[in-house]
């Protein structure tokens, strides 16, 4: 059986978080964008009713629907875009809150040594 990872320290390079926290907020920002286009599209699709108005079509529209379908998968995929925009925050907050704790550690420390 192999051995839980565990990570006993943390290592922030600020340029590097600087840069990935960027590329994060690029890429982000394209998708929610992206997927905001979609759900237009598919809207403006489901609104003008390809499916008919005959008895198939709407067989079709009742099956298509059950359950609320395509509008729960919309809004799941609009609360699963915000949660991946909102992670690039809660990243840049955590790594400013570990400085902040190593720097009050830090101060901590000063303060102990010039008491030796």
């Known amino acids: 059986m192999s051995e839980p990872f565990e990570v006993n320290y943390v290592d922030i390079r600020p ?8 590329q994060w907020h690029v ?10 286009a979609c759900l237009r599209e598919i809207r403006r699709l489901n609104a003008a009713e390809p499916w008919g108005r005959d008895a198939a079509g ?10 609320d379908g395509p509008n729960v998968v919309m809004k799941r995929g609009e609360e699963l875009i915000a949660k991946v925009v909102e992670l690039g925050p809660i990243v840049r907050r955590g790594a400013e809150n570990a400085r902040g704790m190593d720097g009050e550690r830090a101060r901590e420390l000063r303060e102990i040594l010039k008491r030796i």
Request: charged share 10%; no cysteine.
């Open 15 to 22: 340029q590097q978080l600087a840069k990935g926290l960027s």
């Open 27 to 36: 890429a982000t920002t394209d998708a929610e964008s992206g997927y905001a």
């Open 58 to 67: 709407q067989a079709f529209h009742a099956a298509y629907m059950q359950g």
